[in-house]
C-alpha cells in the first residue's frame, strides 16, 4: 500500500471522526435537557389524546341524532353544521367512528365524502322494504297422491274422491289428537306375560297405564307413585320405581 492511500485514509476517517465526536460530546452534556423536552412531548400529546377523548363524548349525541335523521348516511359539513366547528374536525371525527364501527365511505364526482353506518333500524326497514317471497297454498298429501296415482275418472268420480280424501284427512287428525292411543288388547295380555324379567321398562309401564312415557318419567320418584300408578293400573297393581336398574317393579300386595 502506497503512503498517498493511507494518507487519503486517514483523511477521510478524520472527516468522519470529528463531526461523531462532536455529537457525543454534546449528546453528553445536554441529555438531561433532550430527557426533559421528550417528557414534554409525550404529556402534551397524551393531554391532547384526554382532550380529543372528552370533545368526541360532547359530540357523540349529535352524531348518533343525525345518524337517526338521515338513515345512516351523514357527511362531514352536516356534522360540522350541526356540531358548528371546522370541518377538518369533523372528518376527522367521522374517519374514526368509520373505523370503529367499520361504516362504507363512498366519494361523490365533487371529491366529497359520504359515510354509511348501518344500524338495526335501518337494516329492518331494508327488509320490510324487500318483496316478500309467495308461499303456494298447502295441499293434502292425500289428495296429491290420490291424483297421481288414479286413472283419469269422471266427474262424479272425482267428486266422490274428494269427499273420500278429505273425510280420511279429518280421521287422521281426529285420531292425533286422542292420544296416547288406547291400550286394552296391550293390558289385556296377563301380567306374567308382560313381565318377562320380572320388571317393565319406563316405555311399557306407560303403556299399561295409558299415560305419556314423559308422565312416568316425572312422576317415577314422587313418594306417592306407587298408589298413584295403583289408581291407573287396570288391575289396581302398585308399582315402585328402581334407581339401580331403571326399572319398575310390581309392589307385593
Known amino acids: 500500500m502506497s503512503e498517498k492511500t493511507i494518507e487519503t485514509t486517514g483523511k477521510s476517517f478524520l472527516v468522519l471522526l470529528l463531526p461523531i465526536?462532536?455529537?457525543?460530546?454534546?449528546?453528553?452534556?445536554?441529555?438531561?435537557?433532550l430527557l426533559i423536552i421528550l417528557l414534554v412531548l409525550i404529556s402534551?400529546?397524551?393531554?391532547?389524546?384526554?382532550?380529543?377523548?372528552?370533545?368526541?363524548?360532547?359530540?357523540?349525541?349529535?352524531?348518533?341524532?343525525?345518524?337517526?335523521?338521515n338513515q345512516g348516511k351523514i357527511t362531514p359539513?352536516?356534522?360540522?353544521?350541526r356540531g358548528n366547528f371546522s370541518g377538518t374536525v369533523a372528518k376527522r371525527y367521522l374517519e374514526s367512528k368509520a373505523t370503529e364501527f367499520?361504516?362504507?365511505?363512498?366519494?361523490?364526482?365533487?371529491?366529497?365524502?359520504?359515510?354509511?353506518?348501518?344500524t338495526a333500524s335501518i337494516l329492518g326497514d331494508i327488509l320490510d322494504s324487500s318483496e316478500p317471497v309467495k308461499e303456494l297454498p298447502p295441499q293434502p298429501v292425500t289428495k296429491t297422491a290420490l291424483s297421481l296415482l288414479a286413472p283419469p275418472a269422471t266427474e262424479s268420480e272425482a267428486v266422490e274422491t274428494?269427499?273420500?280424501?278429505v273425510e280420511l284427512v279429518e280421521d287422521t287428525e281426529t285420531e292425533s289428537e286422542s292420544l296416547p292411543?288406547?291400550?286394552?288388547?296391550?293390558?289385556?295380555?296377563?301380567?306374567?306375560?308382560?313381565?318377562?324379567?320380572?320388571?317393565?321398562?319406563?316405555?311399557?309401564?306407560?303403556?299399561?297405564?295409558?299415560?305419556?312415557?314423559?308422565t312416568v318419567y316425572k312422576r317415577r320418584?314422587?313418594?306417592d307413585f306407587p298408589e298413584w300408578s295403583r289408581n291407573r293400573d287396570p288391575d289396581g297393581i302398585a308399582w315402585s320405581y328402581?334407581?339401580?336398574?331403571?326399572?319398575?317393579?310390581?309392589?307385593?300386595?
Do not use: H
Open 21 to 33: 465526536s462532536f455529537l457525543i460530546v454534546f449528546l453528553v452534556s445536554t441529555w438531561r435537557v
Open 181 to 214: 292411543p288406547s291400550t286394552e288388547q296391550q293390558v289385556s295380555k296377563p301380567l306374567e306375560k308382560q313381565l318377562m324379567f320380572g320388571s317393565l321398562i319406563q316405555s311399557e309401564l306407560a303403556k299399561r297405564l295409558n299415560v305419556y312415557s314423559s
Open 77 to 81: 359539513i352536516d356534522l360540522a353544521i
Open 221 to 223: 320418584n314422587d313418594p
Open 44 to 69: 402534551f400529546n397524551l393531554w391532547q389524546q384526554y382532550r380529543w377523548e372528552k370533545w368526541c363524548e360532547q359530540v357523540n349525541p349529535i352524531f348518533y341524532q343525525l345518524i337517526r335523521e
Open 242 to 253: 328402581s334407581k339401580k336398574t331403571r326399572e319398575f317393579f310390581p309392589l307385593d300386595e
Open 102 to 118: 367499520g361504516a362504507s365511505v363512498l366519494k361523490s364526482e365533487e371529491d366529497e365524502q359520504s359515510y354509511y353506518f348501518m
Open 162 to 165: 274428494e269427499s273420500e280424501a
